[in-house]
């Protein structure tokens, strides 16, 4: 089974704090995603990446940065974590590849994340 | 521009009963349609997806989804509901003409199935 496991479940940090939310996918996936969930809101799409060393913004990148050093491996990083960031964290994966592969993304379990 | 619609908060439904999803998007090309599970505490789990072909799409725990091109829906169904399938339901969309491998979601729907 493909997994995609992200590195903490609960998480507090204080404001103006670094945080690191780690995400590790064992699939050889190209594309890896981060989304925050919010009530009402639904899932939004914060960064994503195509490849090492590739990101792209999503729907609300602002006080969020990636890093994806390795192809399994893609950190969200929060620069000076605020309250309006505590939320549900959820890093998905997906191949990059044509129809047969569109089995759509498969989600690790959630880093809820709450800033004080 | 992508979007996805499921106009109901909150389903509920007695157990035995069918049950109704309902999911509208819009999209310029080819849509490419997935419905995905939320259960408490957990990641999105995969249920069905519509890409091409049969407009009746068959997925797992006994779900199914008909895409209609002329209502732009995609309406998750099952016929008889379960309480083990109380859960967060998300519809997703994907525009398959412009080649971008992002996944567009919906607001999400919280079904209840009542003992």
């Known amino acids: 089974d493909v997994k995609v496991t992200q590195s903490s479940r609960y998480l507090v940090k204080r404001t103006g704090e670094k945080v690191f939310l780690e995400c590790v996918q064992d699939?050889?996936?190209?594309?890896m995603f981060w989304y925050r969930q919010d009530p009402g809101l639904g899932l939004r799409l914060i960064y994503f990446?195509?490849?090492?060393?590739?990101?792209e913004k999503g729907d609300i990148p602002e006080g969020y940065s990636v890093s994806r050093e390795k192809k399994e491996r893609f950190s969200l990083i929060l620069e000076s974590a605020s309250t309006n960031q505590t939320s549900m964290y959820l890093c998905a994966s997906s191949f990059l590849g044509g129809d047969e592969d569109l089995g759509g993304y498969t989600f690790g379990s959630g880093t809820r994340l709450t800033v004080v | 521009a992508q979007s996805v619609a499921q106009p109901e908060d909150q389903v509920n439904v007695a157990e035995g009963n069918p049950l109704t999803v309902k999911c509208t998007y819009s999209v310029s090309g080819n849509p490419y349609l997935f419905w995905y599970v939320q259960y408490p505490n957990r990641g999105l789990q995969f249920l069905l997806k519509y890409i091409t072909g049969d407009n009746l799409v068959k997925g797992s725990y006994g779900f199914e989804a008909e895409f209609n091109k002329s209502q732009t829906s995609f309406h998750l169904k099952k016929p008889s509901a379960l309480v083990s399938d109380s859960a967060l339901y998300f519809c997703a969309v994907r525009d398959g003409q412009t080649g971008a491998n992002n996944l567009f979601f919906g607001t999400g729907t919280r079904l209840t199935v009542i003992p």
């Open positions: 990446s195509y490849d090492v060393k590739m990101k």
């Open positions: 699939m050889d996936h190209e594309n």
